[in-house]
């Protein structure tokens, strides 16, 4: 099986950049497609990024595209999501997500290992 833990998230003023992490333990992820995913209160969970399992191929929603950039180290079984040009509509709590696949989707349900999610917070 595999255990995922993000963190980095926390407060940031408008315009500023955090970089978040998601570390897997357990089974390697290094074969795996990782996602990002984020969810705001009263709001249904969005797409934010994936990667393939080699780190070629990315992905991005339209409201993060040009700001965020997904990245992956195997070595260190981690993947990471810069996050710059905070607004204050990014804030949410946000996910790393994996799948039994090599290629990513953008479809949550398709992902089987989640991580508890760390909140991000911009404001004005």
């Known amino acids: 099986q595999v255990q995922l833990v993000e963190s980095g998230g926390g407060s940031v003023q408008a315009g500023g950049s955090l970089r978040l992490s998601c570390k897997g333990s357990g089974r390697h992820i290094s074969s795996y497609a990782v996602a990002w995913f984020r969810q705001a209160p009263g709001k249904d969970r969005e797409f934010v990024a994936h990667?393939?399992?080699?780190?070629?191929?990315?992905k991005y929603g339209d409201s993060v595209r040009g700001r965020f950039t997904i990245t992956r180290d195997n070595p260190k079984n981690t993947v990471y999501l810069q996050m710059s040009e905070l607004k204050p509509e990014d804030t949410a709590d946000y996910f790393c997500?994996?799948?039994?696949?090599?290629?990513?989707?953008?479809?949550?349900?398709?992902?089987?290992?989640w991580g508890q999610g760390t909140q991000v917070t911009v404001s004005s």
């Open positions: 997500a994996s799948r039994i696949y090599p290629l990513g989707s953008q479809n949550e349900k398709e992902y089987q290992f």
């Open positions: 990667v393939n399992s080699n780190g070629v191929r990315t």
